[in-house]
Nanobody
Framework: QVQLVESGGGLVQAGGSLSLSCAAS????????MGWFRQAPGKEREFVAA????????YYTDSVKGRFTISRDNAKNTVYLQMNSLKPEDTAVYYC?????????????????WGQGTQVTVSS
């Protein structure tokens, strides 16, 4: 079965950096768009970033542009999210997900498989 396993979350001070990874198995990773979403307490899950299977199309939500970078390594079946200049409002559980659709389809409903999530906490 499909498994997506996130890692790399933790506690960091504002202005710091974290690097998240998501290891995939049970699917042809190189055929899928991969995305990152996040959900803060009391809020809906929101799109963060997505990358096409070929890495030639990438989307970010406006609030993370210039601070976060999504990338992937198809040989390792892994997608990454490098987060720099972190802010307290970035605090959330971060999820990776896979989609058969183009990365401009940023709604969660376009994504079929999800990881369990990893907690990111940014202190002020």
């Amino acid at each position: 079965q499909v498994q997506l396993v996130e890692s790399g979350g933790g506690l960091v001070q504002a202005g710091g950096s974290l690097s998240l990874s998501c290891a995939a198995s049970g699917l042809t990773f190189s055929s899928y768009t991969m995305g990152w979403f996040r959900q803060a307490p009391g809020k809906e899950r929101e799109f963060v970033a997505a990358i096409r299977w070929s890495s030639d199309s990438i989307y970010y939500t406006d609030s993370v542009k210039g601070r976060f970078t999504i990338s992937r390594d198809n040989a390792k079946n892994t997608v990454y999210l490098q987060m720099n200049s972190l802010k307290p409002e970035d605090t959330a559980v971060y999820y990776c997900a896979s989609s058969s659709y183009a990365p401009d389809r940023t709604g969660a409903d376009w994504y079929a498989y999800w990881g369990q999530g990893t907690q990111v906490t940014v202190s002020s």
